[in-house]
């Protein structure tokens, strides 16, 4: 269930309540009259279920209550109430299979904006991934992988795209990009560092590298992993299962391949440099192919699983009659 408060200006009060209970999957409304000061207006409060959130959402926003109040939302971890029980059981569709298409948006428009710690955590993750592809150690190339944040943009680009949005797709690839030539411009000076300090050198890197090879290496099964994990990552968004994201981060090689790239070119070595740009670009066109598909994939299913459910009340509701 979701809970909404929403401020109203008092001459919109009674159409937002009307929608509120025209939207099958609504309860527990609440009206306080005058209640709000900033800005002036009612208060009102309503439960509504997961499926029936967006269609809810939708009206709200056609009556101007974004302009002229506000729209809050909040999900409920906990309800005990057999009205909301019911509300559930009525909406159609599924909670799991449901998008809120504008808590997409707006979570994609935080994730992807470009940001001194966005700069700072894909910079620190480049680096770390650069100690792993030279000293050859996976553990450091799995956490680079997490630690990096490079999922919001590409994510953000997925949405632009199916939500028609270009000013947040444009604003998702200025992060992705300008965070990827930073970050990599900044290794390549590390690298620098690391050789003069001695603990980086040109033979590690070009040597036998069983377990980071992989990195200047790109072939199919790279960008069938890179579609697999933007196909789990884009669903672990719209379901709020925010905990398989770790997965994916650890699935595609975007960090790695960038650090690889990095250092290669601080030492001259423009095959490793050329594999690792390939092999970046292969996981990066992948993820946001398979984010894309994803998400016309689940506006269609949701809006065919709405249609026959709809379908099947008003039969039940003519046979009642």
């Not at 709020?240 to 595609?252: D, R, T, Y």
């Amino acid at each position: 269930m979701l809970h909404l408060r929403l401020i109203t200006p008092s001459e919109t009060t009674e159409d937002v309540v009307r929608l509120i209970e025209d939207t099958v999957g609504t309860t527990h409304l609440v009206v306080l009259t005058g209640a709000a000061r900033n800005p002036d207006g009612d208060v009102v409060l309503c439960d509504v279920a997961r499926e029936a959130g967006d269609e809810l959402l939708t009206g709200l926003q056609r009556l101007g209550l974004d302009d002229s109040g506000s729209i809050a939302v909040e999900n409920i971890d906990l309800s005990l109430s057999k009205r909301a029980d019911k509300a559930e059981a009525e909406a159609p569709g599924e909670a799991a299979d449901a998008v809120l298409w504008e808590h997409l948006t707006d979570a994609t428009h935080e994730e992807s904006t470009l940001s001194v710690t966005y700069l700072a955590f894909i910079t620190l993750a480049t680096m770390i991934a650069a100690c792993g592809v030279v000293l050859d150690n996976a553990i450091l190339i799995v956490g680079a992988m997490a630690v990096g944040p490079e999922f919001g943009p590409l994510a953000g680009i997925s949405t632009a795209m199916v939500q028609r949005r270009p000013r947040l797709a444009l604003r998702s690839m200025i992060a992705l990009l300008v965070g990827f030539a930073v970050a990599m411009t900044v290794t390549v000076g590390f690298s620098f560092f690391m050789d003069a300090v001695g603990l980086f050198t040109k033979e590690q890197l070009e040597g036998d590298r069983p377990q980071t090879g992989f990195v200047y290496a790109p072939d199919w099964f790279s960008f069938v992993v890179a579609v697999l994990a933007g196909a789990a990552g884009t669903l672990s968004l719209t379901s709020a299962k925010s905990g398989a994201l770790v997965g994916v981060a650890i699935s595609v090689t975007t960090v790695p391949a960038a650090a690889n790239a990095a250092v290669a070119l601080s030492y001259g070595d423009t095959r490793q440099t050329w594999g690792s740009t390939e092999q970046l670009l292969l996981n990066l066109l992948g993820i946001i192919l398979a984010g894309t598909l994803t998400l016309l994939a689940q506006k269609w299913l949701w809006s065919t699983q709405r249609f026959a459910r709809t379908k099947a009340s008003a039969k039940a509701s003519t046979k009642a009659s």
